[in-house]
């Protein structure tokens, strides 16, 4: 939120120094371009780093607070140690998607920190696959 304010303040700003809206626009573009290319290097990390890790079989635990950040996430039990999801928890359908009842397969990371449940796979399957395609979809257009 604050950073869409941030935003507000700097166009506002420009529009009162007389900054031409040529200029905003591209400064936009670059922006997006810049946060494309940020979620891109993200998303091609952590789906090389899902090769690296080992299947198991786990049962969902509890949500809390991720160790390394303010929001929550999912916790795996796996032979008794407690490891947390790398992404942030599913909000919507929490009861439907984490159930204790039943295990699960997740992906455990080499230094024993982070799993990678399903959800976590997807999220990082597709959106590097549709990343690609889009970046494969701008090079066509600009051809």
Do not use: Q, W
Not at 30 to 55: D, E, H, N, P
Not at 70 to 84: H, L, R
Not at 96 to 107: A, E, I, Q, W
């Amino acid at each position: 939120m604050e950073f869409i304010l941030v935003i507000v303040i700097i166009v506002v700003l420009c529009i009162i120094l007389g900054v031409k809206t040529i200029y905003l626009l591209a400064a936009g573009a670059a922006l997006l371009g810049l946060i494309y290319t940020v979620s891109l290097m993200l998303l091609c990390f952590f789906f090389v780093r899902l090769f690296f890790t080992k299947k198991h079989k786990a049962v969902f635990s509890h949500i809390d607070k991720s160790p390394r950040g303010s929001f929550k996430v999912a916790y795996y039990t796996i032979d008794g140690t407690e490891y947390p999801n790398v992404f942030p928890e599913e909000g919507l359908l929490r009861s439907k998607l984490y159930r204790s009842d039943r295990s699960s397969t997740v992906f455990l990371t080499k230094n024993k920190k982070y799993v990678y449940d399903k959800f976590a796979c997807a999220t990082c399957t597709i959106g590097f696959l549709l990343t690609i395609a889009t970046v494969a979809a701008v090079l066509m257009i600009m051809r």
